[in-house]
């Protein structure tokens, strides 16, 4: 990952003297070569994030959603600090240090309650069928833009969406396997998830990755405790379940700076569909770890889903390449 403190600049172990300072605000910018960058980095992201995903789910049984935020956030802040420190020393630890600290702070609160809602649902959903229905995140992404951004929603563009939350209608069909109160928690935490994406490019104006991802984590320890009484461990923790905690911290701080990092890159529309590549991860840990395989309305509703989503996204891309060659 790049750790230079703009997108422009030289990798850190390039510069001299070795010292980091917070970024200054920067210009959020669209080119080719930091577009391909952040696509890159964004597949990378997902895939870490589903091997963190079924570390939580195997170890959720024991260690409760408290326990499991909890250790997630305090392994992962640790990571984080121990990887910026790495890079800079004391003074590197500037870049943990928000520009706009309510902001950062209202994200990572939001992104503590994705976290649990999505936990919660682990408890007695498989992995592919709760990204299934994350994949309602980019139609979503589309109606808020209207409503927070004023963005205008052309016809193409309301019919794909309606067509999309059709999709989910096929997963959800009232005699479906994904049909049970706990998905509705689910929904409310894909929608805040939508809407922490948009946070997170925005940002990335004034925020390092770093920075971004260490306050995040730094809630979800908050969380943890404050969740911790009333929802305590079930049971003892050997050593493959603090293993398991672990990896989910560590791979938590590395995923979110890396994804940080590639919503500075490039933009929300060009790589939001591929978090559609985490259901054939999610496919491949749910039945390697947990014997599970998604129902075929999961997946046909799944495929309906991306495809309008995706669709919304070219739409996007087509219409803000036309109007700036009109400008």
Not at 43 to 72: E, H, S
Request: charged fraction near 15%; include cysteine.
């Amino acid at each position: 990952m790049d750790v230079a403190a703009n997108p422009g600049e030289r990798p850190l172990s390039e510069a001299v003297p070795r010292v980091v300072a917070a970024p200054a605000p920067r210009v959020l910018s669209e080119n080719a070569s930091d577009t391909v960058r952040g696509i890159a980095l964004v597949v990378l992201c997902y895939l870490i994030w589903t091997l963190g995903d079924a570390a939580a789910k195997w170890v959720l049984p024991t260690v409760g959603v408290a326990g499991a935020m909890l250790w997630r956030g305090v392994f992962g802040l640790l990571t984080v600090a121990a990887i910026t420190m790495s890079w800079g020393g004391a003074v590197g630890a500037r870049r943990l240090l928000p520009r706009r600290w309510g902001l950062v702070l209202i994200r990572s609160a939001l992104s503590s309650f994705v976290s649990v809602a999505w936990y919660i649902s682990w408890l007695s959903m498989g992995l592919a069928d709760t990204y299934a229905v994350g994949f309602t995140a980019p139609l979503m992404m589309t109606v808020l833009a209207v409503l927070m951004l004023g963005e205008r929603i052309r016809w193409r563009r309301a019919i794909s969406t309606v067509i999309g939350f059709g999709g989910v209608l096929i997963m959800l069909r009232p005699d479906g396997d994904l049909w049970t109160p706990v998905v509705l928690l689910l929904l409310a935490g894909t929608l805040v998830m939508a809407l922490t994406r948009i946070m997170t490019r925005q940002l990335t104006l004034t925020e390092t990755p770093e920075c971004q991802a260490f306050w995040l984590l730094v809630f979800h320890t908050f969380t943890g405790l404050v969740m911790l009484p009333a929802f305590p461990m079930s049971g003892d923790l050997d050593a493959w379940g603090w293993l398991a905690l672990v990896f989910l911290g560590l791979s938590s701080g590395l995923a979110h700076c890396i994804f940080a990092r590639s919503y500075a890159l490039a933009p929300v529309s060009a790589l939001a569909p591929y978090e559609y590549t985490m259901l054939p991860w999610g496919v491949a840990a749910g039945f390697l770890i947990f014997a599970e395989l998604p129902s075929w309305n999961t997946l046909a509703g799944a495929i309906v889903v991306a495809a309008s989503g995706s669709y919304n996204l070219y739409r996007e891309r087509v219409l803000r390449t036309a109007e700036r060659k009109a400008g």
